[in-house]
């Protein structure tokens, strides 16, 4: 029997190639029976971790993003009610200093009928525990240490050692918010 020689060195060519063919798919298989990786895997893994990671820290941030950008709103949102509060406060003190300019002048305050003032000064009382449950003060008083900060001075009146920068008379009360003087004290201080 005659062999030819090209069909000979062909089916040797193709049982080579399929022996090959045949290793390389046993070796990818050892690779993933064993839990080991080929290093395309790997770099396709590790290109996942890395995007993972990269989502995480993404998230992180939004995450204290969004817990500053809350404190931020919640103080702006305290901000403006103090100011609301202030404008509202700022509109009533007219009103406060015609209530003290009528409990000043004790003898035609003594004139009006009692029951008319004993409801004004109820109402009076009512504006002062308002205001003071919002936050503001009403301050200024005969004996109280000169503060620049928060009293405005009138006059100077030349008296005794004992009277020096001390309030001596109060024209205006002041009204404060917190440490935010929404109208200075208006008084007399000793020199």
Known sequence: MKVD?????????EETAD??????????NQEMTLGGKSKKDKNKMQKL?????????????ARAEMVNLKKVHAEEKKM???????????????????????F?????WSQVPETWRIGVEYIYKQFIETLENNGVVVYGAVGDEFDTAAYEPSEMIKGEEEHKNK?????????????????PARVQVGE
Do not use: C
Request: glycine share 6%; hydrophobic share 40%.
């Open 5 to 13: 020689k090209n069909t000979h060195e062909e089916s040797i060519i």
């Open 19 to 28: 022996l090959a063919e045949d290793i390389v798919i046993e070796e990818e």
């Open 49 to 61: 971790m890395d995007e993972k990671q990269e989502y995480l820290d993404g998230w992180q941030r």
């Open 80 to 102: 403006f009610t103090t100011w609301g509060k202030q404008s509202l406060v700022e509109e009533l003190i007219p009103m406060m200093d015609n209530f003290d300019a009528a």
């Open 104 to 108: 000043k002048d004790e003898d035609a």
């Open 167 to 183: 309030v001596l008379k109060v024209i205006q009360k002041g009204y404060k918010m917190g440490d935010r003087i929404i109208r």
